[in-house]
């Protein structure tokens, strides 16, 4: 990217590669924290670099646009600026107490993709309690497939495979096996998985404020937030369904968009695609990275989405990716096209 950037090969290309625009994805918005194992830094930024995020996409040209109007550009013909949508998954507190004020201040649109079982206190996040039990722990054990297993995590790299291990395995867990393995962990290790998961998510009173905002534009991403590819698809319908009816009953307002839960090849398929369709969702974006194309050439119904590991700080290298040239030759949304019958 160094390379694309200092020859000036991505602005060659990105008239040809760089498409209508791109729809940047962010999860947690927060000053770098002080801990030294932190395998989920990649997934967080701080809320100066958003803000030199923003500023970078205003002097480079960019219309900073909401996903209703990225949703209109990618079916119409180019237009002569690119666009950049913001979204924003987990609907994590940190949102509300550092990326908000950034973003109010710059008066830019925004997209909160929001699992409804988090702000009514009852969503667990796994994925932080895992983390926070290796960080803490030389030793940990847990039952994985009906047998104790034991692990030793005296220093970083074994702590980082461990952690790597157990976040695949418990990724690829239904959600009633996913729920007593994490809680089977948290008891043995004196974790409180309900209050570090209230703690971590905003309130219905923290999405109040933010309902006020002309800016914000709420989507869902379910009620759990599972892995839908783990569940029947009479399961994931209700939870695409229901994520959606709670938040219109909640907002007083159409919920459009739709977020696939952590949005990676492996988490959902063609079927959760035609699901969202049917469900009535006017969109739904995932985490596979590309660009957003005009005239209908990228479907609405897996929008491809860019995300930023919060472990760089190159604008530099943020500019070639917007370009677009690093996904040339990639046509993410292609294998999830509806089939004729």
Known sequence: MELAYFSGLFRLKERQAGGA??????????????????????????PQFLDRIIRALKR????????????RRAVTLPERRRFA????????????????????????????????????????????????IIRRESRISLMISGRERRFAIADRSEKR?????????????????LSFAINDLCSRYSVDLAQMSRNASMDW????????????????????????????EDDARREMAMGKAVAQAAFDRDIRHFAFPFGDR???DRRHVVLA???????????????????????????????????ERSLRMMRVLLSGVMFASVQPT????????
């Open 21 to 46: 625009g791109v729809i940047l994805r962010f999860e947690r918005v927060r000053p770098v924290p002080s801990a030294q194992f932190q395998p989920l830094r990649s997934h967080e930024i701080t």
């Open 60 to 71: 480079w040209r960019y219309d900073v646009i909401g996903i209703d109007e990225a949703c």
């Open 85 to 132: 949508c913001l979204t924003f998954d987990g609907a994590y507190k940190d949102f509300i107490t550092h990326a908000y004020q950034v973003l109010s201040g710059h008066a830019v649109p925004f997209t909160v993709y929001l699992p409804t079982a988090f702000p009514d206190g009852v969503g667990e996040t796994w994925w932080l309690a895992l983390e926070d």
């Open 161 to 177: 495979a461990v952690f790597d291990f157990c976040l695949g395995w418990m990724r690829s867990l239904p959600p009633p096996d």
């Open 205 to 232: 009173h923290d999405l109040a404020k933010l309902a006020a905002d002309a800016n914000v534009t709420f989507g869902s991403a379910t009620v759990n937030y599972p892995v839908l590819s783990n569940l029947s």
């Open 266 to 268: 492996e988490s959902f």
């Open 277 to 311: 369709e049917e469900i009535g969702f006017a969109s739904a974006v995932s985490t596979i990275p590309g660009v957003v194309k005009a005239q209908g050439h990228t479907n609405l119904h897996v929008l491809p989405r860019i995300a930023w590991d919060g472990r």
């Open 334 to 341: 292609r294998s999830f096209r509806r089939q004729a019958p």
